[in-house]
């Protein structure tokens, strides 16, 4: 069974940063593409970042240039770097396993002004 698990959400001041890290189980990480999205009340999920199975990256232009995507194969885990974190970043945090349909279960980002 294929389980995705994040971690590293919380609160953190406006300016500040966070890594978020998803850990992946019961599939073979390394050959799929991983992706970052968010959810804010009240609002659709959003794309943030993905990276394939040989480190080509892409960005949602919200992001570009203060989140960085990366993986660890022999880790079977994705990270998320935030820096410069806005009020506007507040949301729930969620990787995707892309060309499957799993997703982790979310991780809490709250910024404070």
């Given amino acids: 069974q294929v389980q995705l698990v994040e971690s ?5 001041q406006s ?3 966070l890594r978020l890290s998803c850990a992946v189980s019961g599939s073979i990480f390394r050959l799929n593409a991983m992706g970052w999205y968010r ?30 995507i990366s993986r660890d194969n022999a880790k079977s ?5 935030m ?6 970043d507040t949301a729930v945090y969620y990787c995707r396993l892309h060309g499957s349909p799993y997703w982790g279960q979310g991780t809490q980002v709250t910024v404070s002004s």
Avoid: C, H, M, W
Wanted: hydrophobic share 30%.
């Fill in 8 to 12: 590293g959400g919380g609160l953190v």
């Fill in 39 to 68: 959810q804010a009340p009240g609002k659709e999920r959003e794309f943030l970042a993905d990276i394939t199975s040989v480190g080509s990256t892409n960005y949602a232009d919200s992001v570009k240039g203060r989140f960085t």
């Fill in 83 to 88: 820096n410069s974190l806005k009020p506007e």
């Fill in 15 to 17: 300016g500040g940063s």
């Fill in 77 to 81: 885990t994705v990270y998320l770097q």
